[in-house]
């Protein structure tokens, strides 16, 4: 038997269980236990043009006669900076203090050697991020939660919108929503709804604007939150959404408030640009199933809302680089017919050959242009979808960017969509960044296709090019990015800067750009004096709004930049972001937030940190149960540890099982792919005889090692935790815990007390199942199962266990005959030149679905 070194698990201090009495509870995500009332929760939005101030309060007291210890637990936007916390216990605040991330980490550190943990706050989702903080508080005691953030809201098909995570779980006497909205451009229009909004609840949204005021409240009392007349469950669960417009009676907008300025630039009714699109898909065999299904209906929902003055290809990436045709055609009904038949015949193969894909994206475009097959007055854009690494032709990704960036000139934005958690998200959104565009995740759910045409939907409307706004520059200091490849139908431009002279108050701006029949180009004249007239109505105005709102956008694009830098460009950048976001108190991913604590009870200091798609920084979020297939039949047939090993041939409908009669602290090698530099390496576990030599024990796998050593990381996993090791870090959790953890080349999902799923770098996936016995049963105990999902991403030289069994297998069966029990015949197996006596058992459910398969079992001692 080959033994093999497993990682040693450290238990984290990110995964320390909490002891004694505690309640949870949060503002939109939020389970009282224990006596722990919640009885007031607000959110206080005010809006100033476009820049949204949120302040969430929440407050509860201790209704039991010991302390307790209670979560504060808030989801806010991911396009949001926190800017301020505070918890107010007894009539004493305890603030948050931003600081430096390095201090801050040096902080937690200290308090970690203290023996305390300091709770890393860190998590993301979709479309919000999870700020998390705890504290004891004593009997009859009250505390008071705030939390305030800041952002910018974007305007999109035509619309600002604020997002609002509702989630109480309980029902609460005070809760209450408030939006107020100043626009001094004049309000068109004002919605506001909830997933979870009824027709009762719908008449408790109260929504009225007139001018440049609006304001939406929605303050439903204990009886309307109820689920039914008599139920203790809260029908607010979900997501609040309030979108708005404004009047346009000009291309533009210019305020001008304390030696600052804000430029807002959305012209209407301009005749559309012509577009020439090419979707660059990766069609590498990782993409099969689901992936690829998602992306054909995607597409073909794409090609529905093709304009026919447009001009499109498709061009495939597996191992090798097809087209569907040679150059762009325009997208007449009878190429459209076409385009849909090609397109619902994709299928996957190969590796992923992303240089080439790309490279001929571009060349393709280049050849348009220079041959005068497009309209000269026309949009090019490249739309790239891949869910793996590059690992054909050139697979470096530094050279990658450099190649593309060379041959774009910044003449067409590339879009880059990465599928899933196996992608290097770092690298496409630099290669994204660089060449005018962005990259978006595609998370891998039930609406990916969804997803897919949304992101679609933003830039199918293209109606200037080339867009240019100029400010004097001897007046201008700290400008944001003035200069646009594209505008899109139903977005806005917004620029910001400040005046060198504090006192200058008028300010001429010169806009250009491209339009479809042609050029733009008009002048605006601005000063403050007719900005202050405009705000004369506004009561509830923060004065330095238009500074802040600079200081957002700033600190946002110039960590865009930071993304792609290096040396010491990458430096200077750092260190301007880091000075803006200690001066206006923005929680960015420079900075942390040290949250203090009254230091009885146990009471420990916390950090919260800013999250950043697709860097080398753990997120933990609550995940539903994935949607993946678990590859194990049916439980009756595990708990007693035989067989261990199970072998679909599905090419036979047919299936292997063997189990391994080796004692109990025995290493296995299950997997080891020297290709890949994947291991998976098993401890075996007996049952709880103390005198093992009665008989030979059941065995099972207690501890289960799974490293890559081209990443360096290893991960390991007991009945009791799951321990994460990323060179000389680690993290821990338990299986309590219910986590999505994501990091540049792993992908890692808890599901509570029941199973984890893990990738890395794009290759295999492993699911471990946590298999749960009667605690006091007088001889089994808790053990782990693991299943192997995509395992043809392994190569060739795999070994091991288990890995010699994911090449093709083949095997014949002879002289089948009656057994000792006339239900479980006997036969000879011949496999790998070896004749084996086998017993058909039974037969059981596919390992991946539910069609009913034969079994051959054998019993073997490997040593």
């Known amino acids: 038997i080959e033994k093999a070194n497993l990682p040693n698990p450290v238990l984290s201090p990110l995964s320390r269980s909490l002891s004694g009495t505690c309640s949870f509870f949060s503002f939109f995500n939020l389970q009282v236990v224990n006596g722990i009332e919640i009885y007031s929760m607000k959110i206080d939005s005010k809006v100033t043009s476009r820049f949204a101030r949120n302040v969430i309060t929440s407050r509860a007291v201790n209704r039991g006669n010991v302390h307790k210890e209670v979560f504060f637990d808030v989801e806010l936007p991911k396009t949001a900076f926190i800017t301020n916390f505070s918890m107010t216990i007894d009539g004493v605040t305890y603030p948050g203090n931003i600081k430096e991330k390095e201090a801050a980490k040096q902080e937690y550190e200290k308090a970690v050697s203290k023996g305390q943990t300091a709770g890393l706050v860190k998590a993301s989702g979709r479309k919000t991020e999870k700020f998390t903080v705890s504290v004891n508080i004593a009997a009859a005691s009250k505390v008071t939660f705030e939390l305030t953030y800041e952002e910018l809201l974007k305007r999109q098909f035509g619309k600002y919108e604020m997002f609002i995570k509702v989630k109480p779980k309980q029902l609460v006497k005070d809760f209450e929503i408030d939006v107020s909205i100043f626009e001094p451009?004049?309000?068109?229009?004002?919605?506001?709804?909830?997933?979870?909004?009824?027709?009762?609840?719908?008449?408790?949204?109260?929504?009225?604007?007139?001018?440049?005021?609006?304001?939406?409240?929605?303050?439903?009392?204990?009886?309307?939150?109820?689920?039914?007349?008599?139920?203790?469950?809260?029908?607010?669960?979900?997501?609040?959404?309030?979108?708005?417009?404004?009047?346009?009676?000009?291309?533009?907008?210019l305020q001008i408030v304390n030696g600052y300025f804000v430029h807002f630039f959305a012209p209407t009714n301009l005749p559309q640009l012509p577009k020439n699109i090419i979707f660059v898909i990766d069609i590498s065999g990782s993409m099969s199933g689901r992936e690829i299904e998602q992306t054909r209906e995607a597409l073909?929902?794409?090609?529905?809302?093709?304009?026919?003055?447009?001009?499109?290809?498709?061009?495939?990436?597996?191992?090798?680089?097809?087209?569907?045709?040679?150059?762009?055609?325009?997208?007449?009904?009878?190429?459209?017919?076409?385009?849909?038949?090609?397109?619902?015949?994709?299928?996957?193969?190969?590796?992923?050959?992303?240089?080439?894909?790309?490279?001929?994206?571009?060349?393709?475009?280049?050849?348009?242009?220079?041959?005068?097959?497009?309209?000269?007055?026309?949009?090019?854009?490249?739309?790239?979808?891949?869910?793996?690494?590059?690992?054909?032709?050139?697979?470096?990704?530094?050279?990658?960017?450099?190649?593309?960036?060379?041959?774009?000139?910044?003449?067409?934005?590339?879009?880059?969509?990465?599928?899933?958690?196996?992608?290097?998200?770092?690298?496409?959104?630099?290669?994204?960044?660089?060449?005018?565009?962005?990259?978006?995740?595609?998370?891998?759910?039930?609406?990916?296709?969804?997803?897919?045409?949304?992101?679609?939907?933003?830039?199918?409307?293209?109606?200037?090019?080339?867009?240019?706004?100029?400010?004097?520059?001897?007046?201008?200091?700290?400008?944001?990015?003035?200069?646009?490849?594209?505008?899109?139908d139903g977005s806005e431009i917004v620029v910001a800067g400040r005046f060198v002279d504090i006192n200058q108050n008028s300010l001429t701006v010169d806009v250009k750009g491209e339009g479809?029949?042609?050029?733009?180009?008009?002048?605006?004249?601005?000063?403050?004096?007719?900005?202050?007239?405009?705000?004369?109505?506004?009561?509830?105005?923060?004065?330095?709004?238009?500074?802040?709102?600079?200081?957002?956008?700033?600190?946002?694009?110039?960590?865009?930049?930071?993304?792609?830098?290096?040396?010491?460009?990458?430096?200077?950048?750092?260190?301007?972001?880091?000075?803006?976001?200690?001066?206006y108190k923005f929680v960015t991913p420079l900075t942390s937030m040290v949250v203090t604590k009254p230091e009885d009870y146990d009471n420990q200091a916390g950090i919260a940190d800013k999250m950043t798609e697709g860097i080398d920084i753990f997120s933990f979020a609550l995940s539903k149960?994935?949607?993946?297939?678990?590859?194990?039949?049916?439980?009756?047939?595990?708990?007693?540890?035989?067989?261990?090993?199970?072998?679909?041939?599905?090419?036979?409908?047919?299936?292997?099982?063997?189990?391994?009669?080796?004692?109990?602290?025995?290493?296995?090698?299950?997997?080891?792919?020297?290709?890949?530099?994947?291991?998976?390496?098993?401890?075996?576990?007996?049952?709880?005889?103390?005198?093992?030599?009665?008989?030979?024990?059941?065995?099972?796998?207690?501890?289960?090692?799974?490293?890559?050593?081209?990443?360096?990381?290893?991960?390991?996993?007991?009945?009791?935790?799951?321990?994460?090791?990323?060179?000389?870090?680690?993290?821990?959790?338990?299986?309590?815990?219910?986590?999505?953890?994501?990091?540049?080349g792993l992908t890692l999902i808890i599901n509570r007390e029941k199973n984890l799923v893990l990738s890395m770098g794009g290759g295999a996936s492993f699911v471990i199942v946590l298999h749960q016995v009667w605690k006091k049963h007088p001889l089994q105990q808790d053990f782990l199962g693991l299943y192997t999902l995509k395992s043809h991403k392994l190569s060739e030289q795999t070994h091991g266990l288990l890995g010699q069994f994911f090449h093709p297998i083949d095997f014949t069966i002879l002289e089948i005959h009656p057994g000792s029990d006339p239900k479980k015949p006997d036969a000879t197996m011949i496999i790998k030149n070896k004749e084996l006596t086998v017993t058909r058992p039974r037969k059981f459910h596919q390992l991946w679905g539910t069609v009913p398969m034969q079994l051959w079992a054998q019993h073997f001692n490997t040593a």
């Open 185 to 253: 451009q004049g309000i068109t229009e004002l919605e506001a709804e909830g997933t979870f909004i009824t027709n009762d609840l719908q008449n408790v949204i109260k929504k009225t604007f007139s001018d440049k005021k609006g304001h939406i409240s929605f303050k439903p009392t204990l009886d309307q939150q109820r689920t039914c007349a008599n139920c203790s469950q809260s029908l607010l669960d979900g997501d609040f959404t309030v979108k708005y417009d404004v009047k346009r009676t000009t291309p533009d907008n």
């Open 300 to 488: 073909l929902k794409i090609l529905d809302d093709i304009r026919d003055d447009d001009f499109l290809n498709f061009i495939l990436f597996g191992s090798d680089v097809h087209t569907w045709k040679e150059k762009l055609i325009r997208a007449t009904p009878e190429n459209l017919d076409e385009a849909r038949k090609f397109v619902r015949g994709i299928d996957t193969e190969g590796m992923t050959n992303l240089y080439g894909g790309i490279m001929k994206g571009i060349e393709m475009l280049n050849a348009a242009h220079e041959e005068n097959v497009v309209p000269k007055r026309s949009a090019s854009i490249i739309i790239m979808l891949t869910d793996g690494q590059p690992n054909v032709g050139i697979s470096d990704t530094q050279d990658i960017r450099a190649h593309v960036k060379k041959a774009t000139e910044g003449k067409y934005p590339l879009y880059n969509l990465g599928f899933g958690y196996g992608v290097d998200y770092g690298f496409l959104e630099k290669m994204a960044l660089e060449n005018k565009g962005l990259a978006r995740r595609i998370y891998p759910d039930s609406d990916s296709a969804l997803q897919l045409q949304g992101f679609y939907d933003e830039v199918s409307n293209p109606m200037l090019m080339d867009v240019e706004l100029h400010y004097p520059e001897n007046e201008i200091a700290g400008l944001t990015k003035n200069s646009f490849k594209h505008f899109y």
């Open 516 to 583: 479809a029949n042609d050029a733009l180009s008009f002048t605006t004249q601005q000063d403050a004096e007719q900005t202050a007239k405009a705000f004369q109505e506004q009561e509830y105005i923060f004065g330095d709004y238009i500074e802040r709102l600079w200081a957002y956008l700033t600190i946002e694009q110039l960590l865009e930049k930071r993304t792609a830098a290096t040396g010491e460009e990458k430096e200077n950048l750092t260190a301007e972001v880091l000075d803006l976001s200690l001066k």
């Open 625 to 744: 149960k994935p949607n993946v297939p678990l590859m194990y039949p049916k439980r009756k047939a595990l708990f007693d540890g035989d067989p261990h090993f199970i072998i679909s041939v599905p090419q036979k409908e047919d299936a292997i099982c063997f189990n391994i009669n080796e004692k109990p602290g025995d290493v296995l090698s299950l997997i080891n792919d020297p290709v890949t530099g994947i291991t998976v390496n098993g401890e075996l576990i007996g049952d709880k005889r103390a005198n093992s030599d009665t008989k030979t024990q059941n065995t099972y796998f207690g501890k289960l090692g799974i490293a890559n050593k081209h990443l360096n990381l290893k991960v390991t996993v007991t009945s009791e935790k799951i321990t994460i090791q990323n060179g000389n870090e680690k993290t821990a959790f338990t299986w309590l815990d219910s986590v999505t953890l994501q990091q540049e």
